[in-house]
């Protein structure tokens, strides 16, 4: 459908029609790269730019970069800036009929018509956009994209959220031929996962970066079975990672600084192992973590003759018990947790049944599922009387 006259003497300086439902599914992927508190007015907005191969649709903060593509019938090339949050709002609210949106130049006003809606938005001039970082060259390397979604669920919880250690706010990337590693710790538990990738550049990368945490994080939430794979490029500088779907890219500013040697604080053996159903330990982990309300949180865990049992107290509350069947292998042994630790390790766990690698009161715990060795938890203990 036609727009309404812009008028004598009037350039579009852009002109499209896109489906409003496919603009909102990128528009509110796009927009979680928007800084809400940015002093640059241009920064609130969203990027339009008409392309032979549709709309491409860009958000920034500088450090997050986000671009997807929408198929649309391309009239007119250009481009513009309008707010990121109205125009997702505004689009979101429209009926499923095909939707134009055209640039008049001398003024950057966007025009939107869809069925009887007419709306104008005023525009900042793309020229303010600041620029967008470059990938220099191809992917060095694909992941499955389920997989690395997953990865990053498992890994990305463990970071940190103290903006004072800003290398723990971030998950380690690790490449070695065909084996990508992540890694993220916040000094009180760490999570490693390993996954297989495809190098499509030999020789291109080798070793490690470091990507904030909540960066990932977007990624993951972009990957749908429409996306089934994902490319990973490094900047030459090696200052910006690029993650490239079919129909998308997220870039990210990394971050500098040295990871901590996370392998030593991997125990190389314990005296204790307990194994059990994951599904039966985590629900008597939730059900104990409602009754660990002190200053640690603590849960403990009591390891012998069969059993595994959970002991939970407040001193203002109450206290729980909860014995489990369990195979249990080595010395007899007591040991507590932060709850929260406890429960998003047994979340991430990919795996019918738990183990837990124990190595007596005071130190560090190792919980993987048993059989694998493609993930792994670990969670230091608490002091408790």
């Known amino acids: 459908m036609n727009n309404w006259p812009t008028g004598i003497g009037t350039r579009s300086a852009m002109r499209c029609t896109v489906s409003p439902s496919a603009l909102s599914a990128s528009l509110s992927l796009v927009s979680r790269a928007v800084s809400p508190r940015s002093t640059l007015p241009v920064l609130s907005n969203v990027l339009l ?57 001398r003024t950057q006003m966007l025009r939107i018509s869809s069925g009887v809606q007419r709306t104008n938005l005023h525009g900042i001039d793309a020229v303010e956009f600041p620029p967008l970082p470059a990938r220099e060259t191809a992917p060095a390397f694909e992941v499955d994209a389920a997989a690395l979604q997953q990865a990053i669920t498992q890994t990305a919880v463990a970071a940190s959220g103290d903006e004072q250690t800003p290398v723990l706010t971030g998950v380690l990337l690790h490449v070695e031929g065909s084996r990508l590693t992540l890694v993220a710790t916040d ?98 982990a939730k059900t104990a973590a409602v009754l660990a309300r002190d200053a640690s949180n603590p849960v403990r865990l009591r390891a012998g003759k069969g059993e595994l049992e ?53 130190q560090p715990a190792v919980v993987r599922a048993q059989g694998h060795e493609d993930y792994l938890c670990v969670i230091m203990p608490v002091r408790v009387p």
């Open 49 to 105: 730019e008409t392309e032979v191969e549709g709309l491409r649709v860009t958000a920034t903060n500088l450090d997050l970069t986000i671009s997807a593509l929408v198929a649309a019938t391309v009239h007119e090339e250009g481009r513009v800036t309008v707010p990121a949050r109205l125009l997702a709002e505004y689009v979101a609210s429209l009926d499923e009929i095909t939707c134009t949106m055209e640039v008049e130049e």
């Open 187 to 284: 000094r009180h538990r760490l999570a490693v996962k390993t996954l297989d990738a495809q190098v499509t550049i030999e020789g291109a990368v080798n070793g490690t970066v470091i990507v904030p945490a909540r960066h990932l994080a977007e990624l993951a939430r972009a990957i749908n079975p429409s996306r089934p794979t994902v490319g990973v490029a490094f900047s030459d500088a090696r200052n910006q990672v690029f993650f490239t779907l079919r129909d998308m890219e997220i870039s990210s500013r990394l971050i500098e600084g040295n990871y901590p040697n996370y392998a030593q604080v991997i125990p190389a053996h314990s005296t204790t192992t307990v194994v059990l159903p994951t599904a039966l330990l985590l629900k008597s």
């Open 310 to 362: 959970l002991i939970a107290q407040a001193a203002e509350i109450g206290d729980h018990d909860a014995p489990l069947p369990a195979r249990v292998e080595g010395e007899e042994v007591q040991v507590a947790f932060n709850a929260r630790y406890l429960l998003d390790a047994l979340q991430a766990i990919d795996g019918d049944d738990v183990e837990l690698a124990l190595n007596g009161p005071l």
